[in-house]
T-cell receptor
Framework: DQQVKQNSPSLSVQEGRISILNCDYTNSMFDYFLWYKKYPAEGPTFLISISSIKDKNEDGRFTVFLNKSAKHLSLHIVPSQPGDSAVYFCAASEGSQGNLIFGKGTKLSVKP | EAGVTQFPSHSVIEKGQTVTLRCDPISGHDNLYWYRRVMGKEIKFLLHFVKESKQDESGMPNNRFLAERTGGTYSTLKVQPAELEDSGVYFC?????????????FGQGTRLTVV
C-alpha cells in the first residue's frame, strides 16, 4: 500500500521547456514534503522541500507546489536543462524530523 | 567537506552468509538514517539514529538485521544470515539540521546481491 505515488515512471521534455513532475499522497498526517534527484550509481540528492503550511516554495529554477486538499504536489523545473536528466523522487514525512516515505520515482529526460 | 561514505560499494554473498555494511556520515551530523531500495520498488526507510541512540527502527524488516552506531560516529548494518530477498541497494543518509533532519545527505549506496 503506497502512501506516496508517482504515477509517471518517465517524462521526456525538450531543453528550455518546463518539466512538471507530479506526486500524490494518501496519508493526511504528512506535513513535510521533499524532492530528491538521483543520478545512476549515486545516492539521492536533496533538491527542495515544502512544509504543509505553505503552498509554494521556489529555489532558482525549481518550484514545488503543494495542494493539500487534493493531496498532490508537483515539481516544476524551468527552464529544463540536459543536466536535469535524472530520476526524481518525491518523499514525505510526518514532521521534519522523522523518516521519509518515498515514491517510486520519475525518470526525467531533457533532450537538447 | 567529505560527503556520506559507504563501504563496500558492491557486495555479492551467498544465501546464509553474513554481510556488514558501513556508513561514515558527514562529520558532526547527529542524525543517521539507513534506507533500502529493492529492485523496481521505492526507497524504504529502515532506521534512524540520533547520535548513538536508535530514534526509530520501525522499518527494520526482521531480526536478521542489526544496526549499530557506537560512539555516535560511523554506523554498521549487519545482515545475518542473508536471504535472497535482502538483495538491493542500501543507502545511508545523515543530517545535522534540527529543524529539518529529513533534508539529509545520502551516500552512494551499497549494492548487495545475495545469490
Amino acid at each position: 500500500d503506497q502512501q506516496v505515488k508517482q504515477n509517471s515512471p518517465s517524462l521526456s521534455v525538450q531543453e528550455g521547456r518546463i518539466s512538471i513532475l507530479n506526486c500524490d499522497y494518501t496519508n493526511s498526517m504528512f506535513d513535510y514534503f521533499l524532492w530528491y534527484k538521483k543520478y545512476p550509481a549515486e545516492g539521492p540528492t536533496f533538491l527542495i522541500s515544502i512544509s504543509s503550511i505553505k503552498d509554494k516554495n521556489e529555489d532558482g529554477r525549481f518550484t514545488v507546489f503543494l495542494n493539500k486538499s487534493a493531496k498532490h504536489l508537483s515539481l516544476h523545473i524551468v527552464p529544463s536543462q540536459p543536466g536535469d536528466s535524472a530520476v526524481y523522487f518525491c518523499a514525505a514525512s510526518e514532521g521534519s524530523q522523522g523518516n521519509l516515505i518515498f515514491g517510486k520515482g520519475t525518470k526525467l529526460s531533457v533532450k537538447p | 567537506e567529505a560527503g556520506v561514505t559507504q563501504f563496500p560499494s558492491h557486495s555479492v554473498i551467498e544465501k546464509g552468509q553474513t554481510v556488514t555494511l558501513r556508513c561514515d556520515p558527514i562529520s558532526g551530523h547527529d542524525n543517521l538514517y539507513w534506507y533500502r531500495r529493492v529492485m523496481g520498488k521505492e526507497i524504504k526507510f529502515l532506521l534512524h539514529f540520533v547520535k548513538e541512540s536508535k530514534q526509530d527502527e520501525s522499518g527494520m524488516p526482521n531480526n536478521r538485521f542489526l544496526a549499530e552506531r557506537t560512539g555516535g560516529t560511523y554506523s554498521t548494518l549487519k545482515v545475518q544470515p542473508a536471504e535472497l530477498e535482502d538483495s538491493g541497494v542500501y543507502f545511508c543518509a545523515s543530517s545535522q539540521d534540527l529543524t529539518a533532519a529529513v533534508e539529509a545527505f545520502f551516500g552512494q549506496g551499497t549494492r548487495l546481491t545475495v545469490v
